[in-house]
């Protein structure tokens, strides 16, 4: 099942203003944000908790992570129109808090550890987006420490630049929890963008991984991950355990 969106702002295509030494950042592009859910096996999606379709009443643009009910898992999606873009300087995924449970009303029940990866998207809300195979791993972060309104940002400039260099439609970017288990918390978050700087209120950001390159980069990431400590604030993870 998929749904498009025609006439939608998906490329606000802006650049980097520099006056003198100041350089003002902006939004690459906005991103076309969804969620999606599983029924009894968790590792296939087959419906949206939010989109522009309005499912459940809930509202459209919003990332659910987690579980909800005994079973579902809840992945959050959000993909970007490339057309027009180039791959020149820095680029950043960036998002908001938008709430400490899920978008049906479901009591907080604590943080979360969320890994995200980037997969070739089409600028479509897809289902199969859900379980669809990643192109790389942009990091991971705990939503302990993290307030409503709170910003989150990660360095995908080495894998925008590849998708540009594909030749891709649409840059997908999912949230999902880092392990899986029924009854876990679930968080939304919304305002996905791209963004020429990091934007984050709560942490250091670690470089994407190629999968391609995770072989190689494997021994150094492992000895690199010994050396993390996890801060008061949040948790980052350079690497796919």
Known sequence: ??????????????????????????????????????????SIGTHFHSSTGGDFGNPAGKAEVGSFGSFEQVRGLSEYNLAGLT?????????????????FGQPPK????????????????????FQGPASGFIGSFNTSGLSIGDTLSFDINSLFDIA??????????????????????TWTFDNFRLTTDNQSTKQSVPSPLPFYGAAVAFGYSRKLRMKIKTNSKTKVISTVS
């Open 164 to 185: 540009i260099g594909n030749g891709d439609s649409s840059f997908g970017v999912r949230l999902q929890p880092e392990s899986f288990t029924t009854g876990m918390p």
């Open 110 to 129: 604590g943080n979360l550890s969320i890994d995200i990866y980037s997969y070739p998207g089409n600028n479509t809300e897809n289902i199969s987006d």
């Open 87 to 103: 791959a020149s300087g820095p680029a950043f995924i960036t998002f908001n808090v938008f709430n400490k449970n899920g978008l």
């Open 1 to 42: 099942m998929k749904r498009t969106i025609k006439g939608f702002a998906l490329s606000l295509v802006l650049s980097t203003f520099t006056f003198g030494s100041y350089t003002k950042a902006v939004t690459i592009t906005e991103g076309f944000t969804f969620s999606v859910a599983s029924s009894s096996n968790p």
